[in-house]
């Protein structure tokens, strides 16, 4: 998420969300739940796409993509336009359903024509209103909008947009009229008053705009948005002392301060005759939070004499931050197509607003709009400081699409661009694992740690997935030593203990420690049904079946809809004399789509039952 009170999540915070991200492949060959799919598309993994916080090291800035990079785009499919109903009522039906269905393309395309068919309606006109402006439909919500607010005249989506048109006309004046009709509560009471705190500063009122800024002082929670604001009005009014003055103020009560806080003061220490300072708050960003790849070109540029420009240049801009950082806010609460209506605006104001368009492309990701999200993404520069994240992005939504040539075509290219960087190999080996490519998956990771001149422990996590990778090509020795390597890196590692526990269990071997491994790693997660069980299994195989049985339930419980931990309970309830209930367990892990090569097995338990004791202990 790009946004903690509108400025923009630290590095570090994001390193420790992404500490679960794509561990669900905690299982070897003979669980389900080795197979990983794609990356998950939260907004918690906004930032910096990846597991290893590393993996975006910075190598200068991105050169212009390869050709590949551009046929993967042109074959891309283009969004179909929905074919038209010529009824109003069936228009509307039809844009409801795809709104539901979260398709908001279509359902503003549905709303549009059934409002040509009955233009007054304000049934449709609301609706169809807050899908354009969700949609970036600028010049359809403006027309909307304005009929709206004759009927509503302080309907919030239709003010903003008003209030957006009338700043891209020139007219402050008449912008701040709009907004002046705008109720403040809700999300309007932090909006409101930056929207019309820049517009005063539009004007040339500095003092009158920190004034109207100052509401924001009394929303608990705001005081860093406040001081942003008010030190991009100082910055832009000529006020250079003031400005430098609250971005100190900024900097010194946040320890950690947010990637967005160390740009903007930053950019501004180095325009204005503090290039040390600026080089000092860079470095000291990088320290915490090593390899960023959208901060590391900044420093890059302001060691070589050069000025990153100012975000900020006037109160058209000042406004677009505003609208960003409540979009941020509101994308952070699961408020999407609120965060969109906001987004566009922001973009309607400033069209090269390049991180709106990255935060753009992450909604869309979280949506389940892979078109969309990769049209978002391919308008931002490659050679913006976001150039390299978003087209790893872009990869992601090709995986999501089943376009697995062209993901591979896009991490391929990424990778021949930054020889030194291991970050697309590594994606490319989880992309390949994912889709049970495994051979060529242990050679896309051997290239990953090949480029790194040292492992670390934050790349654990290569180690782990290479090792399965070569679990499932049956290289099990070299897999054993990448799940020990792994864990010494990362000794209480759950995931990674409980897939080397699970496969020595399998294997037969080391019984007693693979039981301690498991007996922790469940401390650890005692929630997670899959290393619940693998402690179950392993007890099992110990011959210990009172305590396999609870274990197993337990796992159950947590994991129903799992075909193998049902399996697993069967047997062990076998053991203790249950056979009516192991049956029901076998029976339900057949209905659970278990691999094909377990079926006629466990058919065969439903039928004869098992040995007792069993023979695989």
């Keep these: 998420m790009w946004a903690q009170s509108g400025v923009g999540y630290t590095d570090a915070q994001q390193q420790a969300l992404r500490q679960e991200i794509d561990l669900s492949q905690s299982r070897p060959k003979f669980h389900l739940m080795s197979r990983t799919g794609p990356w998950p598309r939260t907004a918690v993994t906004a930032l910096l796409v990846g597991l290893i916080p590393a993996a975006c090291a910075a190598g200068g800035p991105v050169p212009p993509a390869d050709p590949s990079y551009q046929l993967a785009a042109a074959d891309l499919p283009e969004r179909a336009a929905p074919p038209p109903i010529t009824s109003p009522f069936g228009a509307y039906l039809a844009g409801m359903v795809a709104s539901d269905g979260g398709d908001l393309e279509s359902a503003a395309d549905y709303l549009l024509q059934a409002l040509r068919h009955d233009p007054d309606n304000p049934e449709l006109l609301l609706p169809a209103l807050q899908l354009a402006a969700a949609t970036g439909r600028q010049s359809e919500a403006a027309s909307l909008a304005q009929r709206v607010a004759e009927r509503q005249p302080s309907h919030p989506i239709a003010n903003l947009v008003l209030a957006v048109e009338a700043v891209r006309g020139g007219d402050l004046q008449e912008a701040d009229a709009v907004l002046s009709r705008q109720p403040e509560r809700g999300i309007s009471q932090i909006l409101v008053p930056m929207l019309r705190a820049w517009i005063k500063s539009g004007e040339g009122d500095v003092d009158g705009a920190l004034q109207t800024l100052g509401a924001l002082k009394g929303e608990q929670g705001f005081s860093v948005l406040h001081g942003v604001h008010a030190a991009l009005i100082e910055e832009v009014g000529g006020r250079s002392e003031a400005a430098a003055t609250a971005y100190e103020a900024l900097l010194t009560a946040d320890r950690r301060p947010s990637l967005r806080l160390v740009w903007l003061a930053g950019s501004y220490y180095e325009r204005n005759g503090q290039r040390e300072r600026a080089l000092e708050i860079y470095r000291d960003y990088l320290v915490d939070n090593p390899g960023s790849d959208i901060l590391s070109p900044m420093l890059e540029t302001a060691e070589k004499g050069g000025n990153n420009p100012a975000e900020v240049d006037g109160a058209g801009d000042g406004m677009a931050e505003a609208l960003f950082n409540v979009a941020s806010l509101l994308s952070q609460e699961s408020a999407d197509n609120a965060a969109l209506v906001h987004l566009y605006q922001a973009l309607a104001l400033r069209p090269d607003f390049v991180i709106a368009q ?11 709009r892979s078109l969309d999200a990769i049209a978002a993404y391919r308008a931002i520069p490659d050679n913006s400081p976001f150039g390299w994240i978003v087209r790893l992005r872009v990869a992601d939504e090709l995986q999501q699409m089943e376009e697995i040539d062209l993901a591979l075509t896009e991490l391929d290219s990424l990778a021949a661009e930054r020889p030194e960087n291991f970050e697309p190999l590594f994606r490319k080996g989880n992309l390949l694992r994912s889709e049970e490519r495994f051979e060529e998956a242990v050679v896309a990771y051997d290239a990953a740690v090949e480029r790194l001149p040292e492992i670390l422990p934050r790349h654990w996590s290569l180690l782990y997935f290479r090792g399965i990778a070569l679990e499932r090509s049956d290289q099990w020795e070299r897999a054993e030593a990448d799940f020990l390597n792994a864990l ?3 000794p209480e590692q759950p995931y990674v203990m409980n897939y080397l526990a699970y496969s020595w269990v399998e294997k037969k071997q080391n019984l007693e420690q693979a039981e301690a491994m498991l007996v922790r790693a469940v401390k650890l997660r005692p929630r997670d049904g899959y290393i619940v069980d693998s402690l179950g299994w392993v007890y099992y195989r110990l011959g210990r079946f009172e305590e396999a049985v609870t274990q197993l339930e337990k796992a159950v419980e947590l994991r129903p809809q799992d075909p193998v931990i049902n399996d697993h309970l ?31 097995l466990i058919e065969k338990k439903i039928e004869d039952g098992l040995p ?6």
């Design 612 to 617: 007792i004791p069993p023979e695989d202990i």
């Design 488 to 490: 010494g890196l990362q």
């Design 358 to 368: 990255v935060l753009l492309g992450e909604i869309l990701q979280n949506q389940g």
């Design 570 to 600: 069967g047997d062990a309830l076998w053991q203790v004399g249950r056979k009516i209930e192991a049956r029901f367990q076998w029976k339900r892990a057949l209905s659970l789509d278990p691999e094909e090569d377990e079926i006629p």
